[in-house]
């Protein structure tokens, strides 16, 4: 059965710092993984979208990566800002339906 | 930019009742979902919907939860007898493709269950 775990479940850092985010997934056999933000009281926005085949997927200040085979991803988010300010959580599609497997998120506060 | 609508944002029922959840996903997605998050847990599965039907449902999505897509924008989300445990956010998503295709999610309906 998947499992998805990620570490720290909380961070705090000061604004500027590069920091990443980690993710575990127990089952390498995987479709893609996913990163969402999460935002206090509303739903999750997609952040970026790993293919199986992929290593990492970049999308502004944000990269992720994907090592299958140790079942890891990381999030890097780049000179941070206090609106980076949100819980990220990070899910796989281990069946091809588009069943998500999320972790449990990491909430990180940027201070200014 | 589309997104995807839940109403209403917050239900309040008592034990027993019947809810409807609704959901208007993005125009052009083809795929349709439901998850929930039980307050402090992580976001769990209910049920995945293509062409009409359910594609895949986990535990959670017993006889007492049941979807459908009445015309073609509502997609909903029925639970014929409401528990106590059924409180959670409950959250709608849609993707274009059913593989490698990011999923929409709209902004949850809080259901409180008394």
């Known amino acids: 059965k998947q499992e998805v775990t990620q570490i720290p479940a909380a961070l705090s850092v000061p604004e500027g710092e590069n920091l990443v985010l980690n993710c575990s997934f127990t089952d390498s056999a995987i479709y893609n993984l996913q990163w969402f933000r999460q935002d206090p009281g509303k739903g999750l926005t997609s952040l970026l979208l790993?293919?199986?085949?992929?290593r990492e997927q970049t999308s502004g200040r944000l990269n992720a990566s994907l090592d299958k085979s140790s079942g890891r991803s990381t999030l890097y988010i780049a000179a941070s800002q206090p609106g980076d300010s949100a819980t990220y959580l990070c899910a796989v599609d281990s069946s091809n339906t588009g069943k998500l497997i999320f972790g449990q998120g990491t909430t990180l506060q940027v201070k200014p | 930019e589309p997104e995807v609508t839940q109403t209403p944002s917050h239900q309040v029922t008592q034990m027993g009742q019947e809810v409807i959840l609704r959901c208007v996903p993005i125009?052009?997605?083809?795929?349709f979902y439901w998850y929930r998050q039980i307050l402090g847990q992580k976001v769990e599965f209910l049920v995945s919907?293509?062409?009409?039907?359910?594609?895949?449902k986990s535990e959670i999505f017993d006889d007492q939860f049941s979807v459908e897509r009445p015309d073609g924008s509502n997609f909903t989300l029925k639970i014929r007898s409401t528990k106590l445990e059924d409180s959670a956010m409950y959250f709608c998503?849609?993707?274009?493709?059913?593989?490698?295709?990011?999923?929409?999610f709209g902004n949850g309906t809080r259901l409180t269950v008394t």
């Open positions: 125009s052009n997605h083809l795929y």
């Open positions: 790993i293919q199986s085949s992929q």
């Open positions: 919907f293509y062409n009409n039907e359910i594609s895949e």
């Open positions: 998503a849609s993707s274009v493709l059913r593989l490698d295709s990011p999923l929409h």
